[in-house]
């Protein structure tokens, strides 16, 4: 989808011209996809602009740098300002907020070590990533052939640029065969998640979730769920899903930033019907919490002003 245009991005300590935020040729991400990333939102609120769990963000924006054995060269504390200041500077209520760390020009090979961490965060204004419809009647969700990375081959626990790749392929697959988004199995056999979101079936009134030992993200929305769930009493595991756990669940949701909470309308053709009452229950206090509604969850919301 095309990404709107704004006026400023901020790269290495500095806000640039939107047409200005260029990289070189030769970075050594662009040939090799060793960077790093973040998908954030901050929401409209009446306090101003909020960045939703801005710090829990950037806090596993620097634990996928350390994996990649990329230390970022800006503390978490300036990234938190840096990330405020592109807000401000392109007057947005509220936005999609992508942080990316890459390794940039001066190296080339296998062995990057001695090749620069750059660091930039862009901001934009972005809708529903599955669509309002998908969010009010839920999706159509396939099982791709490709399978989840496996964790010992590239670290599922990590956001990497590079692994990304895994993604894409399902993503085209599933949306060229007429469906909305991908689910990905494990080299196991075992659920994972959806392209870019995490997973999560209703049975019986039990909530579960794919553990990230299944090559599941530790989705920061997915962790916003789960509490949410415990606050309401909603049992909720972490658990080994197969895939006709997906087609005889009682309901089906993915979460993720992006995607913020979408009901599964129907998986590979078997239906799960309109969103049940635990996925609407869940999805209406996550919209009420991101808007500055429920002051119970305000620790979440870091304001931009």
């Known amino acids: 989808m095309p990404i709107p245009e704004v006026e400023k991005i901020w790269m290495d300590g500095e806000l640039v011209d939107w047409k200005d935020a260029t990289?070189?040729?030769?970075?050594?991400?662009?040939?090799?996809?060793?960077?790093?990333?973040?998908?954030?939102?901050?929401y409209e609120t009446p306090r101003g602009a909020a960045v939703f769990r801005l710090t829990d963000h950037l806090e596993r924006l620097e634990r996928s740098g350390l994996i990649y054995h990329m230390p970022l060269p800006y503390n978490l504390e300036e990234l938190i300002e840096a990330t405020k200041m592109v807000i401000r500077a392109n007057g947005l209520k509220s936005c999609y907020i992508r942080p990316i760390a890459f390794r940039g020009y001066g190296e080339m090979g296998l062995?990057?070590?001695?090749?620069?961490?750059?660091?930039?965060?862009?901001?934009?204004?972005?809708?529903?990533?599955?669509?309002?419809?998908?969010?009010?009647?839920?999706?159509?969700?396939?099982?791709?052939?490709?399978?989840?990375?496996?964790?010992?081959?590239?670290?599922?626990?990590?956001?990497?640029?590079?692994?990304?790749?895994?993604?894409?392929?399902?993503?085209?697959?599933?949306?060229?065969?007429?469906?909305?988004e991908a689910v990905l199995l494990n080299m196991h056999g075992h659920v994972a998640d959806g392209a870019g979101e995490n997973i999560f079936v209703v049975r019986k009134g039990v909530l579960a979730t794919p553990p990230t030992s299944s090559g599941a993200l530790e989705g920061i929305t997915r962790d916003s769920v789960m509490r949410i769930a415990e606050d309401f009493e909603i049992p909720c595991?972490?658990?080994?899903?197969?895939?006709?756990?997906?087609?005889?669940?009682?309901?089906?949701?993915?979460?993720?930033?992006?995607?913020?909470?979408?009901?599964?309308?129907?998986?590979?053709?078997?239906?799960?019907?309109?969103?049940?009452?635990?996925?609407?229950?869940?999805?209406?206090?996550?919209?009420?919490?991101?808007?500055?509604?429920?002051?119970?969850?305000?620790?979440?919301?870091?304001?931009?002003?």
């Open 23 to 42: 990289i070189h040729l030769l970075s050594h991400s662009l040939h090799y996809g060793s960077g790093v990333f973040e998908g954030i939102r901050a």
């Open 111 to 180: 062995h990057p070590l001695a090749a620069p961490v750059n660091v930039a965060i862009a901001v934009w204004p972005w809708g529903a990533y599955l669509g309002e419809e998908g969010i009010e009647h839920g999706v159509k969700a396939k099982v791709s052939s490709f399978r989840r990375n496996e964790s010992n081959s590239i670290p599922t626990a990590a956001k990497a640029t590079g692994q990304y790749l895994n993604s894409i392929l399902a993503k085209m697959e599933v949306i060229e065969a007429g469906y909305d």
């Open 237 to 305: 595991r972490e658990k080994d899903l197969i895939r006709t756990d997906l087609y005889t669940a009682d309901e089906a949701f993915f979460t993720g930033t992006a995607a913020e909470v979408v009901p599964i309308r129907t998986i590979d053709d078997r239906v799960i019907g309109e969103p049940g009452p635990i996925t609407r229950r869940l999805q209406e206090k996550f919209f009420e919490i991101v808007k500055g509604q429920d002051q119970a969850y305000e620790h979440w919301l870091e304001y931009v002003d």
